[in-house]
């Protein structure tokens, strides 16, 4: 959508919602109290510290958010600072779901306002001042309580959840990895590559670059793709013998060239049987079920077993947040 905004510069919202989700954020659960103790809270990933000293904090709610006449009025609230194993807890708040605080564990701050368990920081807040701003209104809050724990927060950021820890351990990994490759899709098409009668995933040694012979960069710009890898997908141990692979997914941007031995297939006519082994199969097939549902995970173990650490892509499609 495009927008005129006010000084006759054309505005792509689409794009400027893009530009804002580069910015890596945590993810925090706002709450209160309606005047008859009713707990009320959403999520929110605009939480700014403002001042130490008086110490200041703020938080933007939409003008569209049903809480929003709950927060305008109120006298306290708490801001919550997920936990890397709270994304469940971050899509309750972010639904309209009437009965959130039924599916969260929580306790009364000093104040009364909701204090998420396993959090990794409360503040709870005074209202200090308010500000309308567009289609947001800005709440500023007077910290009057806080308290932390070592847990690893949550981040967010390009509209999907960010775990930190299990990050830097696939970055550890693809430091000694055999193997990098890419799920890489595009209109409801798999990527594809060509290999005797069956089929692969692009593979390289490393992620590399398009000068770098063998990487993984090198090899899909030998196929013609242009392509946009955004996301660790998995990291496991080949139990066919050809040591750790590091998977991304992302986007295919150009091509293939029409020659070159890679097709983009639908999801539902994927031919997972000809893929060489089952870490692969497995992989793909788990890539396909979570496309369907909109969610992904982050693989990390051998290719028989591991752990998924579920992310879901799910604000990219909610409108407003980046
Ligand atoms: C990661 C994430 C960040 C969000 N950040 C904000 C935010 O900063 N401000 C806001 O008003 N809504 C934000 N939202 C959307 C609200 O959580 C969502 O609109 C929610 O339904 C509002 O709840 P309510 O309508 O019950 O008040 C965010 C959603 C997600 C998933």
Redesign the pocket.
Known sequence: MTDQASEGIEIDQMELRKALGAFV?G??V?TTREADGTP????????TSVSLDPPLVL????T?????P??QTCGHFAINILAEDQTET??V?????PD?FEQAAWHPGPQGSPVIDGAAAWLECAMHSQVEAGD?VILIGRVIGFDHSPSNPLG?CRGS?VNFALERQAVAAAGQAAQVGAILEANGRLLLVEDGDGYVLPVGDRLGAGADPGSLIANLDRLGIRADISFLYAVFESSEGRGLSVYYRGDVLGGPAPDAPAALIPFDEVPIDRLPDNGLRQLVRRYISERVENRFGIYVGDSERGKVQTLSD??LN?P??S
Not at 40 to 47: D, E, H, L, M
Not at 64 to 68: D, P
Not at 93 to 97: D, G, H, I, R
């Open positions: 954020t993810v925090t706002v009320r809270g959403f999520t929110a990933n605009s939480f938080i933007c709610i939409g569209s958010a049903l809480s929003l709950v927060f971050s899509s708040f972010a639904s309209k779901a959130k947001h967010f959840y799910e604000p909610s407003g947040w």
